[in-house]
C-alpha cells in the first residue's frame, strides 16, 4: 500500500564504497525527486525527473547519479562515498512539476559513511 | 536569491494555539506548502496556498500574504502527537519546492 517506498531503509558503509537506494512509486505520479535532508534537518532538492527526463539538477558533486528506468522508478546511485554524505535521502513525488502538486515524499534512507 | 526564514523552536501547551510564522524572499512564487515531519519520520502534507487568504482543514488553518512575503501555520486544540518539525515550503517557477529550516513544536501537557 506504500505509495513512496525507498529501500534501503539504514545503510551503513565505509568511505570509498558505492552504494545504490532505490526508489518507487504506486501513485501513477510523472515527476519524482531526490531530496537530501542533513543533521541541521534542512531539506534540500537534489534532482528532479518528469517522466524519465531530468529536470532539475542541483550542485550536486557528479558523484550522485540518479536513474530513471521509467517514471515509476528513480534511483540514486553514488560513487565513493565521503564521510559529508551521511544524511537522510528522501525519494519523494508528484503528479506535475508545478503549482499545487502536492509532493509525496518516502520513509527515508538514512545513510551513514564511517 | 531564495530565502525561507520560520523560527527554530517553539513550546506550547496541550489545548492550547499557536502560530508558526514563515516568512520568504524567493524568485519566483508558484504557491507555498506547509509539511509535518515527526522525528525519524517522512514530511507529510498539512496544506497548500497560492492565492492571499485562510486555508482551514480542521485544527490546522495556513495563511498566506504575497505581498509581504508571508504565511503562518495556525494549530489548534494541540494535542502531545502535534510534537513535530513543521516546514515550510515555497515552489519556484521552474517546480523546485524551497524549504525552510523547519520549526520544532513541543507541545507540553
Known amino acids: 500500500d506504500t505509495a513512496v517506498s525507498q529501500t534501503p531503509k539504514y545503510l551503513v558503509t565505509q568511505m570509498g564504497n558505492d552504494k545504490s537506494i532505490k526508489c518507487e512509486q504506486n501513485?501513477?505520479?510523472?515527476?519524482m525527486y531526490w531530496y537530501k535532508q542533513d543533521s541541521k534537518k534542512f531539506l534540500k532538492i537534489m534532482f528532479s525527473y518528469n517522466n524519465k527526463e531530468l529536470i532539475i539538477n542541483e550542485t550536486v558533486p557528479n558523484r550522485f547519479s540518479p536513474k530513471s528506468p521509467d517514471k515509476a522508478h528513480l534511483n540514486l546511485h553514488i560513487n565513493s562515498l565521503e564521510l559529508g554524505d551521511s544524511a537522510v535521502y528522501f525519494c519523494?513525488?508528484?503528479?506535475?512539476?508545478?503549482?499545487?502538486?502536492?509532493?509525496?515524499f518516502g520513509e527515508g534512507s538514512w545513510l551513514t559513511v564511517v | 536569491g531564495q530565502n525561507i526564514d520560520q523560527p527554530t523552536e517553539m513550546t506550547a501547551t496541550e489545548g492550547a494555539i499557536v502560530q508558526i510564522n514563515c516568512t520568504y524572499q524567493t524568485s519566483g512564487f508558484n504557491g507555498l506548502f506547509w509539511y509535518q515531519q515527526h522525528a525519524g519520520e517522512a514530511p507529510t502534507f498539512l496544506s497548500y496556498?497560492?492565492?492571499?487568504g485562510l486555508e482551514e482543514k480542521g485544527r490546522f488553518s495556513s495563511f498566506l500574504s504575497r505581498s509581504k512575503g508571508y504565511s503562518y501555520l495556525l494549530l489548534k486544540e494541540l494535542q502531545m502527537k502535534d510534537s513535530a518539525s513543521y516546514l515550510c515550503a515555497v515552489r519556484d517557477p521552474g517546480g523546485k519546492l524551497i524549504f525552510g529550516q523547519g520549526t520544532e513544536l513541543s507541545v507540553k501537557p
Open positions: 501513485l501513477g505520479h510523472d515527476t
Open positions: 496556498n497560492v492565492l492571499d
Open positions: 519523494a513525488s508528484s503528479q506535475g512539476q508545478y503549482s499545487g502538486n502536492t509532493i509525496y
